[in-house]
């Protein structure tokens, strides 16, 4: 396909060029012009959009960035369409072009479903197998009893598996835990009660996920207390939080929803973002033993402070948030970014396109 020839891209990513990258891009549109800008390290807190020089702005009509955006919208009168490489854009949420322009956005929701999923996987198995228990036996030349290996040790064979957010990231879990012997129960903000309301129509790596949506046994949806207590309430022997970070998902795992959870002890795994838990509630809940467990690959805040008693919670795995993170990942920003500029040139709807009024 040809681009316009007036069409700029600007790759404003926190890598030097990779030329492999460029080439995803050339070779299916020759006549696009690309500007690679190597940003800042995401996690120096430099401002973002100072490494891009302003007459670059100026002519850009695409981008490709996590979070550089330009510092005013004035510098950027051409641009029409920004691909975030992130799945959520929570980040940049305030951004006068994100929050306040028609300029069409995107992000890669869907690349991130294998390695976040094998964290969640990793993580859980590491609590239900006495991984780390068993590990510090062995630093210590410790062969314990038979009553102490027997002790909290679990598999996951009929166990019930809730998965709060079943997009890609949500699917790929559905998939790893039924393959486990697990039942999945699904949970979505709106309702899935038709065969096609339920198909992923975002972007699929093949041989992931639940394209058709058929792996729940049971599906639950809607934005009230009512119907995620009632979600909740399923005998859950894991709860996984898949949701994206918007108004309404702030907070909503709270004291209410912990007491439900207490009810059958259930496990937590985190892998949205970490407001989306009431952090305080959920330290008093492990030191209570309400729920058997918890594993966090995001916190809030982040960085987790160090003097933060999350910390040293009880039966509480803490990561840096790198559970996304894999070594194709750049492959398949490249592969989401070379779909939707056909998408864009031809002037259809883009996979996995902003709807502002939602936040994702």
């Known amino acids: 396909m040809r681009a316009p020839v007036q069409e700029h891209l ?6 030097p060029e990779d030329p492999r990258l460029v080439d995803i891009i050339r070779k299916a549109y020759p006549d696009l012009k690309i500007t690679w ?16 020089p302003r007459d670059v ?3 850009a009509t695409i981008l490709l960035t996590f979070k550089e955006l330009p510092p005013k919208q004035e ?12 799945a959520g854009v929570d980040h940049v949420s305030k951004h006068p072009i994100v929050a306040n322009s028609d300029i069409t956005m995107a992000t890669v929701s869907g690349i991130h479903g294998p390695p976040i999923a094998e964290w969640v996987i990793m993580s859980y198995l590491t609590f239900c197998r006495k991984y780390n228990t068993s590990y510090a036996w062995q630093q210590k030349h410790e062969w314990h009893s038979f009553g102490d290996r027997l002790s909290g040790v679990y598999d996951n064979q009929g166990k019930r598996v809730g998965v709060l957010g079943y997009g890609s990231v949500g699917r790929q879990i559905a998939r790893l835990s039924a393959a486990m012997g ?5 949970y979505t903000m709106s309702p899935r009660d038709t065969p096609e309301s339920r198909r992923d129509h975002g972007y699929v790596i093949p041989g992931t996920g639940d394209p058709d949506g058929s ?7 809607g934005k009230d207390k009512a119907s995620l207590h009632k979600f909740l309430s399923q005998d859950l022997d894991h709860l996984i939080i898949s949701v994206p970070l918007t108004s309404s998902t702030e907070k909503l795992i709270g004291p209410e929803e912990f007491g439900i959870l207490a009810r059958n002890k259930t496990f937590v795994t985190n892998i949205a ?5 009431d952090q305080d509630t959920l330290i008093k809940a492990l030191h209570a033993g309400d729920i058997r467990g918890a594993a966090l690959d995001v916190t809030d805040p982040e960085p987790l402070p160090a003097d933060s008693p999350l910390w040293d919670a009880p039966n509480c795995t803490v990561s840096p948030h790198m559970s996304f993170l894999s070594d194709k990942a750049f492959d398949r920003i490249f592969d989401v970014l070379r ?7 031809s002037g259809e709807k883009l996979l996995n396109q902003l709807e502002r009024h939602k936040g994702y």
């Open 10 to 15: 600007v790759i404003a990513v926190f890598f």
């Open 37 to 52: 800008v190597q940003s800042p390290d995401p996690g120096l807190g430099i401002a973002p959009g100072e490494c891009v």
């Open 57 to 59: 702005w100026e002519s």
């Open 75 to 86: 510098y950027v009168p051409n641009l029409k369409f920004v691909q975030i490489h992130s």
């Open 182 to 186: 697990s039942s999945v129960i699904a």
């Open 215 to 221: 792996i729940p046994e049971a599906w639950f949806s």
């Open 273 to 277: 973002r970490g407001k989306v838990i």
């Open 339 to 345: 779909i939707n500029l056909g998408k864009y040139f």
